[in-house]
C-alpha cells in the first residue's frame, strides 16, 4: 500500500490561512469518508485534529476544517499561529480494511 | 482521562524479537481497537496493524505478515506487540493508539523507541 500524496512542506504568515492536500487511489479512499488528520510537533506525539473527513474531536480549534472531494482531501488551517508549525499527516482507511498515512506535510508559519 | 502508557526504550541486534507493552486506563478496553504506529528517524507514520479488544480481529499491513504479533489483554488492558526477526530499518519510534475499527486515532502512548543495531 503506497503512501497517500501530500506535499512536502507549506508556509504562510501568522493570521493567513493554507490548505494541505492529500491525494490517494479509489483503492485509498474508496466511497468511505474515513480521512483523518494529524498535527505533530517536533519530538511530539501525533494529536488527532480531524476525523471522518470533517468532523472535530472536543477540544480542538475551529481553525481547523477538513473536507474531500473525490481522491482528494484537504486539511485548512485559517488565523494561522506560531504554535501551528508543525508536521501534518492525513490517513485514510482503504477497501482491504488497512489503514495508510500520507506522507506528512512540514507547516512553516514565516 | 485516558491514558496509554507504553515501556521503555529497546536497544535489539538484528535477528532478534522485541515486544512493546501498552497499558490503558481512563477508558472501557473493551471498547476500543489498538493501533500500533511507527516512525523512522526523521520519517513519516507508518500504520502497522490493529487488534480488537478480544483478540477477535486482527488486521496487519502486508510488509509485517510472518513478523507482528498483536495481542490485547482484556484483564489488564494493556496491548501487546511483538516483532520478530529485527532488521535495521526496524529502528522506529513505536506507539500504539487508541481506535481502529472507529477508523481514526484519537489517543496515542508516548512512543517507545526501538533500536536495531550490532
Known amino acids: 500500500q503506497s503512501a497517500l500524496t501530500q506535499p512536502a512542506s507549506v508556509s504562510g504568515s501568522p493570521g493567513q490561512s493554507i490548505t494541505i492536500s492529500c491525494t490517494g487511489s479509489?483503492?485509498?479512499?474508496?466511497?468511505?469518508?474515513?480521512i483523518s488528520w494529524y498535527q505533530q510537533h517536533p519530538g511530539g506525539v501525533p494529536k488527532l485534529l480531524i476525523y471522518?473527513?470533517?468532523n472535530r474531536p472536543s477540544g480542538v480549534s475551529n481553525r481547523f476544517s477538513g473536507s474531500k472531494s473525490g481522491n482528494t482531501a484537504s486539511l485548512t488551517i485559517s488565523g494561522l499561529r506560531a504554535d501551528d508549525e508543525a508536521d501534518y499527516y492525513c490517513?485514510?482507511?482503504?477497501?482491504?480494511?488497512?489503514?495508510?498515512f500520507g506522507g506528512g506535510t512540514k507547516l512553516t508559519v514565516l | 482521562q485516558v491514558k496509554l502508557v507504553q515501556s521503555e526504550m529497546e536497544a535489539k541486534k538484528p535477528g532478534a524479537s522485541v515486544k512493546v507493552t501498552c497499558k490503558t486506563s481512563g477508558y472501557t478496553f473493551g471498547s476500543y481497537d489498538i493501533t500500533w504506529v511507527r516512525q523512522a528517524p526523521g520519517q513519516g507514520l507508518e500504520w502497522m496493524g490493529r487488534?480488537?479488544?478480544?483478540?477477535?480481529?486482527?488486521i496487519r499491513a502486508q510488509k509485517f505478515q510472518g513478523r507482528l504479533i498483536m495481542t490485547a489483554d482484556i484483564d489488564t488492558s494493556t496491548a501487546y506487540l511483538e516483532l520478530r526477526n529485527l532488521r535495521f530499518d526496524d529502528t522506529a519510534v513505536y506507539y500504539c493508539?487508541?481506535?481502529?475499527?472507529?477508523?481514526?486515532?484519537?489517543?496515542w502512548g508516548q512512543g517507545t523507541l526501538v533500536t536495531i543495531s550490532s
Open positions: 471522518d473527513v470533517g
Open positions: 490517513s485514510s482507511y482503504t477497501t482491504t480494511a488497512a489503514v495508510v
Open positions: 479509489s483503492s485509498d479512499f474508496g466511497s468511505y469518508n474515513y
Open positions: 493508539a487508541r481506535g481502529g475499527s472507529q477508523k481514526y486515532f484519537d489517543s
Open positions: 487488534v480488537s479488544p478480544y483478540n477477535i480481529e486482527i
